[in-house]
């Protein structure tokens, strides 16, 4: 008896329904919290303004609540929830969802399906984060780095944990720092946008989790297998639209073979992406035979309707003069990129972008 194609049926249901009830909580959740925090707020203004009023009455209604309806209501909670609203109430991305005029069921708001958040989520379907990233976003104090990872956390439909991982790599001064001002506001509103070869690049690549320690001598080999046994990481650090195609893709030319070790296809971009891994400094030898690859796929591989191949030499080490005198000045194809197998410094990161704008 083969009861496989009812089993996956019935499991795909369950697992829509599941995925159905956690948008649901998610939300339910965001928005009490949210008007509490409003309540709180206007109750501060029509009050005594004085910070003493402010703990009184926190304190007494914390007692209050908690007598009534239990754990959770906390007065460090209630400040939580209130600093919510005062952070979180001009967010494209919840201030429609959240005022009382769109106080309906998840599945019954023709509005809330509308909202920015709606349409960031697969397939459009209302995606909410949850009131854990909120309290973590709440430590944030860049309005524009909070904003963008709320909107990359979205997107990306990032766990609470992949956040973090994502914030202290300092993704956000990552990405930054090969933008301009008007580029930087425009992270902060949309997120990473994805147009062009240049968008995909961060820089450094961050890959910690590969558990490569900045002293240990590993070979590319070594690099090449840790990385493949931690795809999917790799993935999330390359960013949006990544699908893995090979390892070690061979290609021949005059019957010699060639390795490319690794090769992508950015269904944004709508191109190959071919990576080859460099441990030692970067020579003008190795962007040539990524150029080399690069010109091979373009001219034997690649669909009429497929944009041209991106080529990416990750290295250890690199030398941005000799990569601009190696390539064409309007190069858009070949790219070098460095890497670190350890987290960086954020704060170090922060500086630097901050000597860029006042420089």
Partial sequence: MNIDPLFQNIAQLIEKGQQTIIRSINYSQLYVNYHIGKYIVDDEQDGIRRAQYGKRLIKTLSERLTSQYGMGFSAKNLELMRNFFLLFSKSQTLSALLEPEQNKTVMESDAISQTVSAKLGPGNRPVWLSWSHYVFLMQVENLNERSFYEIEALQQNWSLREMKRQFNSGLFERLALSRDKDGIRKLAKVGQVIEKPVDVLKEPLILEFLNLKEQYQYSEKELETAIIDRIQEFMLELGKGFLFEARQ???????????????????????????????????????????????????????????????????????????????????????????????????????????????
């Avoid at 690859?293 to 003069?321: A, M, P």
């Avoid at 005198?325 to 987290?343: E, G, H, R, S, W």
């Fill in 249 to 359: 893709k061979r290609i021949t030319i005059n019957e010699k073979h060639y390795h490319i070790d690794l090769t992508f296809y950015n269904r944004l971009l709508n191109c190959f992406v071919l990576i080859d891994l460099k441990i030692g400094e970067l020579t003008h030898q190795d962007i040539g035979q990524m150029q080399m690859y690069v010109n091979y796929y373009d001219r034997f591989i690649i669909e009429e309707n497929e944009n041209q191949t991106i080529g990416i030499v990750l290295c250890k080490q690199k030398d941005q003069t000799l990569v601009e005198m190696t390539l064409p000045v309007d190069n858009n194809q070949i790219f070098a990129a460095k890497y670190q197998t350890v987290l960086p410094n954020k704060e170090q990161l922060k500086q630097i972008l901050e000597e860029g704008y006042n420089g």
